[in-house]
């Protein structure tokens, strides 16, 4: 037996570093997790049947605590109150008075996701897998149409690029369609760039959706209207995403990039009757997130907290000149107006 | 560790003088700095797999962004760093020391984790993934380099083997590692990013304390030289090699002779193949549009290449060392064509996707190392790195332009049709490149070449003339 080199000591020493570095931050994000778990304020709580009879929110609650990632109500007249949870755990909701869809991430060495169509008593109706991490979710008004969209990503080293995936589901019929199939229309001509993504869907009725489209060969982001019984989506504006429409159908509100460096993006209005449009300038902050309608003139989205991993707010904004944000819902996400 | 701990006694093996190891037990073992390497490899796929698994889920979960922009910045990188990789081989050619080239692009990688670490914004991480991927692509080259002067010839393509395997375990185990991670510590990324820092630190600890320094153009020149002596030849014609202390720096680096006649066929043949590879993304797409399966285990359908590819890369290398290499590496796309029609034709049900994904391992397996290899093979040892790195860039640069031309056939006439399209036109092009290299395999390597590749292992280890540190010999 040969004594083991000074190199054999070096590469040791630097497995042990390694190791008591990576045990240390484990058990220190482990103990915070535990403590913010522990040290949550206990969330005000009501029950689930008082709220649903009432004008509400519907939301992804984040405040730490057994109840992370559940989804909640709150009445519209209380949005900071106490809120009721269901058992329904998602990434992103969306909700109307007969249903609510929730797509989120099965935890596990073997990372999954789904899509779950629930009905009015928070039961399951229906599930299936998607192919990628939830990004956004839309029901119609009167719960027909459902829009998912997925972020498909290649993992393997070989792989390049990635795609978001869109499905338009037919609640009624069955029928389900990938819209990135559609015919794409740039401004009045059929185009057919090689790539092309489609996400974050809004419906105007039972056949007109608006939506985000990109094509990177083409170095375009487009608003796009579509059509499902005419398999078309057609650009309405160069520039913006994740458009979300009005109560009334008057208004698009969408996020718009107004930086580059670093990446700024704001909220911008559509005025759908005369074609006019404005930015938001009350909020100055950054936001990434398909807005939703509080009622006609206010909007709301969620902002992550800069020093809590995994919390976020939802904030609200009056479309009026001088509104600035208010803070709507504190340690929510994804919010939606059921019965407004 | 044993396997790493005995590569570094590899310089004191028996040294350029001559006394080589008898045959037979040099064919059954792959060199150590081999598997030093593979290592290496394996320590850092970890690193930046268990990264990249989790990465869409931090940017959404705890940064609160949408993973879109992300996908568009992977994809410029992906072409970025198949570029660097022409500069990472040229530079290890240059210096002849490709072991520290391609430390700088381990390095790098690893400073990479540091800086997920620190980075809270979406600009932050960005830049992040693009010093990751510079050090991917400075990298690969030199290590290839490396794995072929430390191999012996005559079992190079089974050397590689070895290494992929070892790199493909890693890529495997990395997610594996990353998402148990965050099922035991909710949103504990931070973790999965020191936990990955560390991998990438030991793995270049491995790199810089027990590979050595091999010296492929200086082993070549000195190769050279000895056997003009023993053949009883003036040392050297018209040159001062005789001259003591004169630094034997072997032939200077040329972009001719980084593409030979053999090496110009070889890129021709994979770089033209390599139109018709769409990627394996576009058949995941396919096989979930039409299976069940496939839909429910999406996400995962990489991993199951992964298993094949892992589990094959070694077996195909030897069978590329007996029946030939370039022409195990065009037969390979045979597979592929498979796999692609297995994707577009409705055969239902989980077994059409297992057979697909298997057939997907075995293209790599045939291609991936068998590729380096073959060029290894046939480039001069003073133009390597850049060979094998222009052979890579070829072949990511081509297979980017289909993946961006194959997205027409997929809009006009839908996925299987496409796919169809692409498999004709691959089983039309198969027989061209077969002719095309079917050469490269029969002819034996010319004597003076061959003596120069066989003993590139010793001389290599010993070329710094000096004997090492005493502790190594112990």
Redesign the interface.
């Not at chain 1, 299936?128 to 990004?135: E, F, I, K, M, T």
């Not at chain 1, 972020?151 to 978001?164: E, M």
């Not at chain 1, 057919?192 to 993504?197: C, G, K, Q, T």
């Given at each position: 037996m040969?004594?083991?080199?000074?190199?054999?000591w070096?590469?040791l020493a630097?497995?042990t570093v390694?190791?008591g570095?990576?045990t240390a931050?484990?058990v220190t994000?482990?103990r915070r997790?535990a403590a913010q778990d522990a040290a949550a304020d206990p969330v005000a709580a009501t029950d689930l049947a008082s709220v649903s009879g009432v004008p509400h929110l519907v939301f992804r609650s984040t405040a730490p605590g057994d109840q992370?990632g559940l989804v909640a109500l709150v009445p519209l007249d209380d949005p900071s109150g106490p809120r009721a949870f269901t058992d329904v755990e998602c990434?992103r909701v969306a909700a109307g008075a007969t249903a609510t869809a929730c797509l989120r991430?099965i935890?596990?060495?073997?990372?999954?996701?789904e899509a779950e169509l629930l009905d009015a008593q928070w039961q399951t109706t229906e599930t299936?897998?998607?192919?990628?991490?939830?990004?956004r979710t839309r029901l119609s008004s009167d719960q027909t149409l459902l829009a998912t969209t997925s972020?498909?990503?290649?993992?393997?080293?070989?792989?390049?690029?990635?795609?978001?995936q869109t499905i338009v589901h037919d609640l009624t019929s069955g029928d389900s369609f990938d819209i990135?199939?559609f015919t794409l229309v740039v401004d009045g001509e059929e185009v057919?760039?090689?790539?092309?993504?489609l996400?974050g869907v809004t419906f105007a009725d039972d056949d007109t959706f608006y939506a985000t489209a990109?094509s990177?060969?083409l170095g375009h982001t487009w608003l796009v209207r579509g059509s499902l019984s005419e398999r078309t989506v057609e650009t309405i504006q160069d520039g913006g995403a994740?458009p979300s429409i009005s109560p009334d159908g008057t208004r698009i509100g969408f996020k718009v990039q107004t930086s580059n460096?670093?990446?700024h993006w704001e909220i911008g209005i559509l005025d759908l009757r005369d074609g006019s449009q404005r930015v938001l300038t009350g909020e100055t902050r950054s936001f990434?997130?398909q807005i939703a309608w509080l009622d006609d003139d206010t909007v709301m989205y969620?902002?992550?907290r800069?020093d809590e991993?995994?919390v976020?707010d939802v904030w609200s904004i009056d479309l009026a000149e001088d509104a600035s944000p208010v803070l709507l819902v504190p340690q929510a996400?994804s919010p939606q107006v059921v019965g407004g | 560790m044993t396997a790493s701990t005995r590569s570094g006694s590899l310089p004191a093996e028996p040294a350029p003088g001559g006394t080589r190891p008898p045959r037979a037990a040099r064919s059954t073992r792959v060199s150590s700095a081999v598997v030093t390497l593979g290592i290496v490899s394996l320590l850092t796929d970890i690193s930046s797999e268990s990264v990249a698994a989790i990465l869409p889920l931090y940017i959404t979960a705890a940064l609160g962004l949408s993973t879109i922009a992300y996908g568009f910045i992977d994809g410029i990188l992906q072409g970025a760093s198949a570029l660097v990789r022409i500069a990472g081989g040229w530079a290890a050619d240059r210096g002849d020391h490709p072991k520290w080239v391609a430390f700088v692009g381990y390095g790098l990688s690893a400073v990479s984790r540091a800086g997920l670490l620190l980075a809270s914004g979406f600009a932050g991480v960005a830049a992040m993934i693009t010093v990751d991927r510079l050090g991917k692509g400075i990298r690969t080259a030199p290590r290839d380099a490396m794995i072929t002067a430390a191999s012996e010839p005559r079992t190079l393509a089974r050397s590689f083997g070895v290494h992929r395997t070892l790199d493909t375990v890693g890529a495997t185990l990395g997610p594996l590692i990353a998402f148990a991670i965050l099922l035991v510590i909710p949103n504990g990324y931070h973790t999965v990013f020191v936990v990955s820092l560390g991998f990438a630190v030991v793995g270049l600890a491995v790199l810089g304390l027990f590979a050595p320094d091999l010296r492929p153009r200086r082993a070549a020149w000195l190769e050279k030289h000895r056997t003009r002596e023993t053949r009883g030849l003036p040392s050297c014609k018209g040159c001062s090699c005789g001259v003591p202390g004169l630094v034997p720096a072997g032939r200077p680096f040329s972009w001719r002779s980084a593409a030979n006649p053999a090496v110009r066929k070889v890129l021709l043949a994979v770089g033209g193949l390599a139109l018709l590879t769409v990627g394996d993304g576009f058949v995941y797409l396919s096989l979930q549009a039409r299976d069940g399966f496939a839909t429910q285990w999406f996400p995962l359908l990489y991993v199951g290449t992964n298993l094949a590819y892992m589990s094959l890369a070694l077996p195909i290398g030897r069978l590329a060392d007996r029946w030939g290499r370039a022409r195990v590496l065009i037969v390979g796309h045979v597979a592929l064509l498979a796999a692609y029609l297995s994707a577009a034709v409705v055969l239902g049900g989980a077994w059409t996707t297992l057979v697909t994904l298997a057939l997907l391992g075995v293209f790599y397996a045939a291609t991936d190392g068998v590729l380096a290899a073959v060029v290894g093979e046939h480039a001069d040892a003073s133009v390597r790195g850049t060979a094998i790195g222009t052979a890579q860039t070829v072949v990511a640069v081509a297979r980017m332009v289909s993946a961006a031309g194959f997205g027409f056939l997929w809009y006009g006439l839908g996925r299987a049709p496409a796919m169809l399209v692409v498999a004709g036109a691959l089983a039309i092009a198969l027989p061209f490149a077969y002719r095309a290299v079917r050469g490269l395999d029969t002819a034996p390597p010319p004597d003076d070449q061959g003596e120069e590749d066989e003993t590139a292992v010793p001389s290599d280890a010993g070329a710094d003339g000096a004997p090492r540190s005493p502790e190594d010999r112990s």
């Open positions: 040969s004594r083991p080199t000074p190199r054999v070096a590469l630097v497995v390694a190791i570095v990576g931050v484990g994000e482990y997790a992370y990434d991430t935890r596990g060495v073997a990372t999954r996701f299936w897998p998607l192919p990628g991490v939830p990004s972020f498909v990503t290649g993992h393997s080293y070989t792989t390049t690029g990635f795609t978001t990135e199939e057919a760039p090689v790539d092309r993504n996400w990109q990177q060969s994740c460096d670093p990446v990434d997130d969620g902002l992550p800069a991993p995994g976020t996400w | -």
